[in-house]
């Protein structure tokens, strides 16, 4: 069975500490590995997309890196403003409608 | 530039009760989707659209029903509301079927009492 799982539920850090998000999945071929960030009370915004093994995307703060088993979102030198819940999502090879969802990593950035 | 608007942001029905919820978007995407999202489930599928006039099932459809007359426009609709259905409703677009990027709306607060 198609699978997410992010890791930690929840995870707690000082200005400046950086930190890693964890997304493992299980899927039969991989189309695309997505993050997302979603702040209390609106909806998911797109960060990025990785599509193989070994891909590397990166955004201010945040870079997301790829492996067959797992992606991580690392999180450099974290500013209150980082604080957020981050959604991983899978999409299957040959299943072109269905996003599998994790259930998040919730993010607060102490100052 | 909007993006993807859903109204109302808040409602409260009783059982029973019937409600339409709307998403509008501006982007000129084909693709709409509605998804619902409660503590410890993630975001599931209800319904989603690839083009105007067409509407397939995700998958939680049951007691939902969709339409997507106009393009920029997908309609949620709850015949009769139950208290399973309280939830938070979130609409979202794309552009194309290779174009995996996403846009969401603010979100509904859904309460069935």
């Known amino acids: 069975e198609d699978q997410v799982t992010q890791s930690p539920e929840a995870l707690r850090l000082q200005e400046g500490e950086s930190s890693s998000l964890n997304c493992s999945y299980t899927v039969s071929g991989l189309r695309g590995l997505f993050w997302y960030r979603q702040d209390p009370g609106k909806g998911p915004e797109f960060l990025f997309t990785l599509y193989s093994a070994g891909e590397e995307k990166e955004k201010e703060r945040l870079k997301a890196t790829l492996t067959k088993k797992e992606s991580f979102l690392h999180i450099t030198a974290p500013k209150p403003e980082d604080s957020a819940t981050y959604l991983c999502a899978v999409q299957a090879a040959g299943n072109n409608r269905k996003l599998i969802w994790g259930l998040g990593t919730s993010l607060a950035v102490n100052p | 530039n909007a993006g993807v608007t859903q109204t109302p942001k808040f409602r409260v029905l009783k059982t029973g009760q019937s409600m339409t919820l709307l998403c509008a978007q501006d982007?000129?995407?084909?693709?709409m989707y509605w998804y619902r999202q409660d503590p410890g489930m993630g975001l599931r599928l209800i319904h989603y659209s690839v083009g105007e006039g067409t509407t397939a099932k995700g998958e939680v459809p049951d007691g939902y029903n969709v339409s997507r007359l106009k393009k920029q426009n997908f309609l949620l609709g709850l015949e009769s509301a139950a208290p399973s259905q309280t939830s938070v409703y979130f609409c979202?677009?794309?552009?194309?079927?290779?174009?995996?990027?996403?846009?969401f709306g603010s979100g509904t607060q859904l309460s069935v009492l």
């Open positions: 982007m000129n995407h084909e693709y």
């Open positions: 979202a677009s794309k552009r194309t079927d290779a174009n995996e990027k996403l846009f």
